[in-house]
């Protein structure tokens, strides 16, 4: 009598016996296949966290190439970029080109902009920023974030954070910053408009545009239409509806009452002279 393997034995077998085909060879050759299957990179499109933005900063950070949108620095850290050329960078070129491309993300597209600092004020005031942040401290102005970088976010002990949440908080503090930028573009441009508003008038000089409505003129309430024109009962295609129509009937005051026209003189009446005689 043969004895009876459990159905569990059979299937852990058979599970050793499919994983002593997968060799790195065969890996290999499975990986290339996939990789040239038409459904491979829209499945890396689902997948991806970041998508085409985050590969396009990675090869052009390193390559010393301008990023084609300056919010993909989001996915850099100073460190990963280079000069012109790939030209190798010192830290502080590093930090100056990795704050030029934050500002460029918080203040593109927006008018009016505030002075940039120059180099040496900026190294200066990201010594400051980046040891508050050093310390587990947050960012005292939503727009300090140009002095910052995602490797500079620690907690209270000075330990850093996970890479992971560092580009978290990162990510977060450029798109407050951002928010905050619009919204003080959008003042100065109110009190730019107030004070050229207030401004005493010149001869021969045009006053700015207001935002406000022009003045209302008033009119006569012309009542409501005591004409109808057309004919509701009457398809719109109907020639009633289509040909321009009196807007009156027959002149008639009841309908026991007959109507009267008056006689078209002929060319003969248009002759006569009056009195009868021609």
């Known amino acids: ?54 590969q396009s900063a990675y090869m052009r950070g390193p390559s010393g190439l301008r990023l084609l949108d300056p919010e993909h620095v989001q996915f850099l850290l100073p460190e990963q970029l280079r000069g012109p050329g790939g030209k190798l960078l010192t830290y502080e070129q590093q930090r100056l080109f990795f704050g030029l491309s934050v500002w460029r993300a918080i203040w ?27 310390h587990g401290l947050a960012l005292e102005n939503p727009l300090h974030v140009i002095y910052a970088a995602a ?26 910053a951002r928010t905050y930028a619009e919204a003080l573009a959008q003042e100065w441009r109110e009190q730019a408009q107030a004070e050229r508003a207030n401004q005493p008038h010149k001869l021969g000089q045009r006053r700015p545009r207001s935002t406000d409505p022009g003045p209302i003129f008033g009119h006569r309430d012309p009542g409501a239409r005591t004409m109808q024109y057309g004919r509701s009962d009457l398809p719109s295609y109907h020639p009633y509806n289509i040909l321009p129509q009196r807007p009156y009937g027959v002149p008639a005051t009841n309908d026991s009452h007959p109507v009267y026209w008056l006689p078209n003189p002929g060319e003969a009446d248009l002759d006569e002279e009056p009195g009868g005689r021609a």
């Not at 505030?114 to 508050?132: T, Y």
């Open 1 to 54: 009598m043969k004895r009876r393997i459990p159905p569990i034995e059979q299937l852990r077998a058979a599970g050793r016996a499919r994983a002593q085909q997968f060799t790195p060879e065969y890996q290999a050759e499975m990986g290339r296949r996939r990789a040239q299957q038409l459904s491979f990179l829209e499945h890396n499109r689902r997948i991806s966290p970041d998508g085409f933005s985050a």
């Open 108 to 134: 593109e597209d927006l008018t009016p902009q505030p002075e940039r600092p120059s180099d040496q004020e900026f190294l200066a005031n990201a010594v400051k920023i980046q040891n508050g942040l050093h």
């Open 151 to 176: 490797n500079d976010f620690c907690d209270e002990t000075g330990e850093p954070w996970s890479p992971r949440k560092q580009r978290h908080l990162f990510r977060k503090a450029l798109s407050e």
